[in-house]
């Protein structure tokens, strides 16, 4: 019975590829190995992805290191890899078992610019690898079932090699455009879209600012009709490009890249943003996020062909802009974006931002007037909002942010802004609201000041825990002592809840810093306050498991008190009775005690 149900769980293809999906490739290797059955779903799992060409190419034929010539005459060290021999017949029939497996193909050479680590590792194939693929090969495509093309080649000249491989039915492309000749551009630009015309989602990355190659942007853009999502660097968004989006039908999706994982462009591409829409424009877009000045964005949503329909609305804000201006902002959104659910406005710290030099003082930030328009947004559940310098928000703030805003799910204000002398005023006692009045919140995002914890016992018994929160993030709030911090927060938090610390981007921090003429003692201090709170971090579940269980006891306590109150309470109830019918008894009989 054992065997046979053994042998049952064993050939049940679903659950092995969930299995499989946790192995790398060496172990589903090893699994093809098995039998025929397992054979087949292991070597689907281990093609389904394919990250490194050069090594499914060895399948192919073997490979081995060649010279590749440069631009001028002369002739650089081997550095490229080129068959050993000419392709064959046979070597295509005996790929072709492996390259209907594959599903998706990733050529990332960005990661291997400079010299010595392509000399250790990833050396480049050399260009006739892919002219004897396009020559030789007897089938229409390469990999005929590929879905996902990603290719982001380390030089110009090697964007080209990513037609080997393109055929109608990839669905998703991603490319690392760079700029060319103009004929030689144009004319790739085409081929792609010719090559690649069902492809619905869209994935550019550039080198450069988006300004030189907008023009071949566009001609990609117009020839891929049936896009549903594209996906740009930040500041890349300019106006023409807007408006050629627009006329995409099927268009759903607008999104900016991580800075972390491109550059994200030129800042003054996107410093003005005056366009025009078409009337039949963004038929369906329900997602958009794009780069620009608050003014220009407001005017934009105020456009009369603007869709209205935005359920997600990211704002990468180009600079700061007044109280005022954003104020007007958010009144636009809540007139214009009715069912909105998610909205990020972004000022992104970077390298070249421009900051407040000195910073302003608290009575002219950002207060609580500014927040108030949103507050009848009543579709919207997910608020982002940071920007240079702490907010001018106090406790009592927060307790009619929370008392008016109960669907929160998600909200970050401002966690991680540039360190000034005034710092937050904020303090601990500012997520009490949130406890007590969002109960559907999974993250939360404060800068506080945590100096000066509460005591304990100044949260009163009705005070709610935290019922769905799975992150607490707190940048690098200012903290002097990691054991009150923590003693407070376990009473809010619910167990297994984390507390995030820290910043997103340390490298564009750090010169935002030295731009902001923050000194070196401050910066030590920050990191001093990281290694609180990740002692808070470390801490927090132990307090909180012990409080719960504190807590638990102390319930049983207590039921255990109501049902001796209740025992005495019968007690003397039935003893009442007893003395009753004693005194009838001797009322009747006439005896005296």
């Avoid at 053994?6 to 659950?15: K, P, R, S, W």
């Avoid at 366009?275 to 996020?289: C, K, N, Q």
Wanted: aromatic residues 8%; neutral net charge; glycine residues 2%.
């Amino acid at each position: 019975m054992d065997k046979q149900y053994a042998c049952t769980v064993g050939h049940i293809d679903e659950l092995l590829v969930m299995i499989f999906s946790y192995l790398d490739d060496r172990s589903l290797s090893r699994m093809a190995c098995v039998s025929k059955h397992w054979s087949d779903i292991a070597l689907d799992c281990l093609w389904h992805e394919v990250s490194d060409l050069r090594r499914a190419l060895t399948v192919l034929a073997p490979l081995s290191l060649k010279p590749e010539r440069s631009t001028g005459t002369s002739i650089r060290p081997p550095n490229a890899y080129a068959f050993k021999r000419p392709l064959t017949p046979a070597d295509w029939q005996r790929f072709q078992r492996y390259s209907h497996r594959v599903r998706r193909l990733r050529h990332d050479q960005r990661q291997a610019r400079s010299s010595a680590e392509r000399e250790k590792r990833h050396l480049p194939l050399h260009p006739k690898v892919f002219d004897e693929l396009s020559a030789s090969c007897p089938y229409p495509d390469i990999f005929p079932n590929l879905q996902s093309l990603t290719w982001f080649s380390c030089t110009p000249t090697r964007q080209h090699y990513v037609l080997t491989f393109m055929h109608r039915r990839i669905k998703h492309l991603g490319l690392q455009l760079y700029r060319s000749d103009p004929p030689s551009s144009t004319t790739f630009f085409e081929q792609v879209c010719a090559r690649c015309s069902g492809v619905t989602s869209l994935e550019l990355r550039l080198t450069e600012p988006v300004r030189l190659i907008e023009v071949d942007a566009l001609v990609l853009l117009h020839g891929l009709h049936e896009l549903q999502q594209v996906s740009l660097p930040i500041f890349s968004l300019t106006p023409r490009i807007f408006t050629e989006l627009s006329r995409l039908k099927h268009l759903v999706t607008i999104s900016v890249g991580h800075p972390a994982q491109a550059q994200p462009g030129n800042r003054e591409d996107v410093a003005e943003y005056t366009l025009t829409l078409p009337e039949d424009g963004f038929s369906v877009l329900r997602d958009l996020a794009f780069s620009a000045q608050i003014p220009h964005a407001a005017l934009l949503l105020k456009n009369a062909m603007f869709p209205a329909r935005l359920t997600q609305l990211h704002l990468k804000n180009v600079m700061t802009t007044t109280p005022v201006e954003l104020r007007e902002f958010f009144c636009v959104v809540r007139d214009r974006c009715t069912s909105l659910r998610d909205l990020s406005v972004d000022y992104i710290i970077a390298p070249d931002s421009p900051l407040t030099l000195p910073p302003p003082p608290p009575e002219v930030r950002l207060n609580i007037m500014v927040f108030r328009p949103l507050f009848s947004s009543r579709s919207l559940r997910i608020f982002e909002f940071r920007w240079d310098y702490a907010l001018n928000l106090t406790d009592d703030d927060m307790e009619e942010f929370a008392s008016n805003w109960r669907s929160l799910e998600s909200l970050q204000l401002n966690p991680e802004p540039v360190p000034d002398p005034h710092g937050p005023k904020l303090s601990l006692s500012a997520l009490v609201p949130f406890a007590r009045y969002c109960t559907n919140l999974r993250y939360l995002a404060l800068h506080i000041d945590a100096r000066a914890p509460p005591e304990p016992s100044c949260l009163c018994e009705s005070t709610p825990r935290f019922q769905r929160l799975d992150t607490l993030a707190v940048g690098l709030s200012v903290i002097t002592k990691a054991e009150p911090v923590t003693l407070f927060l376990s009473q809010l938090l619910p167990l297994g809840c984390h507390v995030n610390c820290g910043l997103r981007w340390p490298d564009a921090f750090d010169f935002a810093l030295e731009r902001a003429l923050v000194p070196l003692d401050v910066r030590t201090e920050l990191s001093a306050f990281w290694m609180r709170w990740t002692e808070v971090a470390k801490l927090l579940p132990i307090a909180t498991k012990a409080r719960l269980e504190e807590q638990g006891r102390f319930a049983a306590l207590e039921r255990q008190m109501q049902a001796l109150e209740v025992s005495r309470s019968e007690d003397r109830r039935r003893l009442t009775h007893l003395e009753q019918e004693v005194e009838d008894l001797r009322s009747r009989t006439g005896s005296s005690p």
